[in-house]
């Protein structure tokens, strides 16, 4: 990308030329790199940033080139009627030579190979940020165009000015400034002229480039300079200094909070990998957590510049709710700093912070369990979000489960799988859960009516995820997960009296069950004698290796095309009804009214399950009739 140079003489401007591919880049960055206009501010005050850290850098070495009196800042002055911006720097500047490279040569960064020289502590410690080079063209976007006049600190070479209108071509010449660094005169457009507004800029600064470095100042309305940004960002901080109400108000005031947050995680890491992180566990859920547009609560800064809102790619999924800010010291970004590059670097943040949240939320745990509680009832569908997505944290998720229980009084009594564990019968091998819409259903299901008669707790799983999960857990401390309502029920040492029954029942009601299944051919898979129920007279039975009734209804609400699987119906033989229904066969196997009561005990079943008969006027008609046979008319 050379220049063609037009004119020699350094009494007159040179006027160079961008070639052609040049022109074609220059064009594309100032209309396609950002999607923001406002970006031009953030990019020019941290180019200033990089100029300052340049000068305070050298002077470690050369102590001339900053005078111990001297404040080094960045000072904004804005022009509404001549629509003109000037944001200077008195950093260390450049010569004729290194602004035609640096800025004469689009794509070149004198940042990055400043960057490039240095090794070891040196390069740590420079703490440049502009390393693409292609930022100060931005500024192209709202200006028609642009002055610079800068002088480079500790050389004898007259100041310079450089100007162009961003299109085909810029003149450079010698200028005069008393003092080193850099001054730029931004010229708007006439649509661009807000830009030129005192609240535009202090909004702009204070969204982007609050927490600088250095001191950013800007006249106030009785035209003294005042500092417009922070300077030093309150997770720069230690711990130590900060209170708990300030780190509340920086909760409500710069990420949006409500309430106090349940848990604040500060942290610093340092070494290879340097970042610093301030995150907070809210108190409540936003409204948008299921949503399908929902945002992730962290925003990321590199060396204290605001790079962008809702970075999902530093978090999972499964931890959208938590808020806060990660400072990276070395992330790189793409050349629009709007979009992360997959990095390594991105990988091992993410995996440090996922791990300090999961072990924050066991200790709440293990410590604060009313607070767990509530974190619990708002976040808890989300958590489990994690064992479908995150193989690699499997376990530590797995402690933080909660669900329902048969133990619990009420939906806020919950269990872990680990204090399930604890309280199982010694004689009990598995973890048996029950899913359904909620807990009113599931609590009465006849599929629980066996594990209550022998005291073996069931979980209650009722959160719209749990069905997809189960695989997922599979089992935990060596114990299964098992369905009470799906397979053939078998509780091992626990049903040793059962067993022996059961077979007996089997036997006595082998023909009932088969005319009964060629009654239910179209509804049913299979019919049979069950030892799971102790007041019901039947229940409906998922197959073990089909999807199950709740899964079906589940897939039906979004959209998806099911074939329905065909349940088993399972038939308590010590049940008054069935005793009855089976004397009656015995009787006469062609009994009119037989029909009608297993097809009434059929739909009794389903509507059991939570679900709807397949034809509720057929089931009213069977009702009514049933009432006047036992009324009497």
């Given at each position: 990308m050379a220049e063609t140079e037009t004119a020699t003489s350094t009494n007159e401007p040179q006027k160079m030329e961008f070639q052609t591919e040049a022109r074609q880049l220059l064009h594309l960055m100032i209309h396609a790199l950002y999607s923001h206009k406002e970006v031009f501010v953030r990019e020019l005050v941290s180019n200033a940033s990089d100029a300052l850290d340049k000068l305070r850098f050298e002077a470690l070495t050369n102590p001339s080139l900053l005078s111990s009196d001297t404040e080094l800042a960045i000072r904004i002055k804005l022009d509404k009627t001549?629509?003109?911006?000037?944001?200077?720097?008195?950093?260390?500047?450049?010569?004729?030579?290194?602004?035609?490279?640096?800025?004469?040569?689009?794509?070149?960064?004198?940042?990055?190979?400043?960057?490039?020289?240095?090794?070891?502590?040196?390069?740590?410690?420079?703490?440049?940020?502009?390393?693409?080079?292609?930022?100060?063209?931005?500024?192209?976007?709202?200006?028609?165009?642009?002055?610079?006049?800068?002088?480079?600190?500790?050389?004898?070479?007259?100041?310079?000015?450089?100007?162009?209108?961003?299109?085909?071509?810029?003149?450079?010449?010698?200028?005069?400034?008393a003092s080193s660094g850099t001054d730029i005169v931004i010229y708007l457009k006439e649509d661009e002229s807000t830009y030129a507004?005192?609240?535009?800029?202090?909004?702009?600064?204070?969204?982007?480039?609050?927490?600088?470095?250095?001191?950013?100042?800007?006249?106030?309305?009785?035209?003294?300079?005042?500092?417009?940004?922070?300077?030093?960002?309150?997770?720069?901080?230690?711990?130590?200094?900060?209170?708990?109400?300030?780190?509340?108000?920086?909760?409500?005031?710069?990420?949006?909070?409500?309430?106090?947050?349940?848990?604040?995680l500060h942290s610093q890491a340092e070494g290879i990998m340097e970042y610093s992180s301030l995150l907070f566990i809210p108190e409540k859920a936003p409204f948008d957590l299921f949503s399908m547009e929902r945002k992730h609560g962290v925003k990321l800064y590199v060396k204290r510049v605001f790079i962008m809102d809702n970075c999902?790619?530093?978090?999972?999924?499964?931890?959208?709710?938590?808020?806060?800010?990660?400072?990276?010291?070395?992330?790189?970004?793409?050349?629009?700093?709007?979009i992360l590059q997959k990095n390594p670097v991105i990988d091992k943040i993410r995996k440090a912070i996922v791990?300090?949240?999961?072990?924050?939320?066991?200790?709440?745990?293990?410590?604060?369990?009313?607070?767990?509680?509530?974190?619990?009832?708002?976040?808890?569908?989300?958590?489990?979000?994690?064992?479908?997505?995150?193989?690699?944290?499997?376990e530590k998720l797995l402690e933080l489960l909660r669900f329902q229980s048969s133990n619990g009084a009420t939906s806020e009594d919950t269990v872990s799988l680990k204090q399930y564990v604890e309280r199982m019968r010694t004689d009990q091998k598995d973890i048996y859960y029950i899913i359904g819409e909620n807990r009113s259903i599931v609590e009465k299901s006849p599929h629980l009516e066996v594990f209550k008669s022998k005291s073996i707790e069931v979980l209650y799983m009722v959160d719209p995820i749990d069905e997809f999960i189960v695989p997922d857990i599979y089992n935990y401390d060596g114990k299964q997960l098992k369905s009470v309502t799906q397979g053939n029920l078998d509780l091992g040492?626990?049903?040793?009296?059962?067993?022996?029954?059961?077979?007996?029942?089997?036997?006595?009601?082998?023909?009932?069950?088969?005319?009964?299944?060629?009654?239910?051919?179209?509804?049913?898979?299979?019919?049979?004698?069950t030892t799971r129920l102790t007041d019901s007279p039947a229940c409906l039975v998922t197959d073990e290796n089909e999807m199950s009734s709740h899964m079906e209804k589940m897939m039906k609400a979004m959209g998806q095309e099911v074939t329905k699987a065909k349940p088993i119906l399972e038939i308590n033989p010590e049940h008054s009804i069935l005793a009855n229904m089976n004397a009656r066969y015995e009787?006469?196997?062609?009994?009119?009214?037989?029909?009608?009561?297993?097809?009434?005990?059929?739909?009794?079943?389903?509507?059991?399950e939570g679900q709807m008969v397949a034809d509720p006027l057929a089931y009213s008609k069977r009702v009514n009739k049933l009432l006047s046979q036992v009324s009497g008319q």
């Amino acid at each position: 990308m050379a220049e063609t140079e037009t004119a020699t003489s350094t009494n007159e401007p040179q006027k160079m030329e961008f070639q052609t591919e040049a022109r074609q880049l220059l064009h594309l960055m100032i209309h396609a790199l950002y999607s923001h206009k406002e970006v031009f501010v953030r990019e020019l005050v941290s180019n200033a940033s990089d100029a300052l850290d340049k000068l305070r850098f050298e002077a470690l070495t050369n102590p001339s080139l900053l005078s111990s009196d001297t404040e080094l800042a960045i000072r904004i002055k804005l022009d509404k009627t001549a629509k003109t911006i000037t944001i200077s720097d008195n950093g260390i500047g450049m010569t004729r030579q290194e602004v035609i490279e640096n800025i004469g040569t689009i794509a070149r960064s004198g940042s990055k190979a400043f960057l490039e020289k240095m090794t070891g502590d040196q390069k740590a410690d420079s703490n440049l940020i502009g390393q693409f080079g292609v930022g100060f063209y931005s500024v192209f976007m709202v200006a028609s165009s642009v002055k610079l006049v800068t002088k480079r600190a500790g050389s004898d070479e007259p100041a310079v000015v450089w100007e162009s209108s961003g299109e085909s071509s810029f003149t450079i010449n010698d200028a005069e400034k008393a003092s080193s660094g850099t001054d730029i005169v931004i010229y708007l457009k006439e649509d661009e002229s807000t830009y030129a507004e005192d609240w535009q800029i202090r909004s702009l600064i204070k969204k982007y480039s609050d927490f600088i470095a250095f001191p950013i100042y800007l006249p106030n309305d009785k035209g003294a300079d005042e500092i417009i940004n922070q300077t030093k960002p309150i997770w720069k901080r230690p711990a130590s200094e900060i209170t708990s109400e300030q780190y509340e108000e920086f909760f409500h005031q710069a990420l949006g909070g409500f309430d106090k947050p349940l848990a604040t995680l500060h942290s610093q890491a340092e070494g290879i990998m340097e970042y610093s992180s301030l995150l907070f566990i809210p108190e409540k859920a936003p409204f948008d957590l299921f949503s399908m547009e929902r945002k992730h609560g962290v925003k990321l800064y590199v060396k204290r510049v605001f790079i962008m809102d809702n970075c999902k790619e530093l978090l999972p999924d499964y931890l959208r709710f938590v808020r806060g800010i990660i400072d990276s010291e070395d992330l790189p970004l793409n050349v629009s700093r709007e979009i992360l590059q997959k990095n390594p670097v991105i990988d091992k943040i993410r995996k440090a912070i996922v791990s300090k949240i999961l072990g924050r939320l066991k200790e709440m745990a293990e410590t604060e369990p009313d607070n767990y509680k509530k974190f619990w009832q708002n976040f808890g569908p989300v958590i489990k979000e994690g064992l479908h997505t995150d193989y690699e944290n499997k376990e530590k998720l797995l402690e933080l489960l909660r669900f329902q229980s048969s133990n619990g009084a009420t939906s806020e009594d919950t269990v872990s799988l680990k204090q399930y564990v604890e309280r199982m019968r010694t004689d009990q091998k598995d973890i048996y859960y029950i899913i359904g819409e909620n807990r009113s259903i599931v609590e009465k299901s006849p599929h629980l009516e066996v594990f209550k008669s022998k005291s073996i707790e069931v979980l209650y799983m009722v959160d719209p995820i749990d069905e997809f999960i189960v695989p997922d857990i599979y089992n935990y401390d060596g114990k299964q997960l098992k369905s009470v309502t799906q397979g053939n029920l078998d509780l091992g040492d626990l049903a040793k009296e059962e067993k022996s029954a059961i077979k007996k029942a089997e036997s006595k009601f082998k023909k009932l069950s088969e005319r009964i299944k060629n009654i239910l051919a179209d509804s049913v898979k299979e019919v049979r004698v069950t030892t799971r129920l102790t007041d019901s007279p039947a229940c409906l039975v998922t197959d073990e290796n089909e999807m199950s009734s709740h899964m079906e209804k589940m897939m039906k609400a979004m959209g998806q095309e099911v074939t329905k699987a065909k349940p088993i119906l399972e038939i308590n033989p010590e049940h008054s009804i069935l005793a009855n229904m089976n004397a009656r066969y015995e009787k006469d196997p062609k009994d009119e009214d037989l029909e009608d009561w297993v097809k009434l005990l059929f739909d009794q079943a389903t509507i059991a399950e939570g679900q709807m008969v397949a034809d509720p006027l057929a089931y009213s008609k069977r009702v009514n009739k049933l009432l006047s046979q036992v009324s009497g008319q």
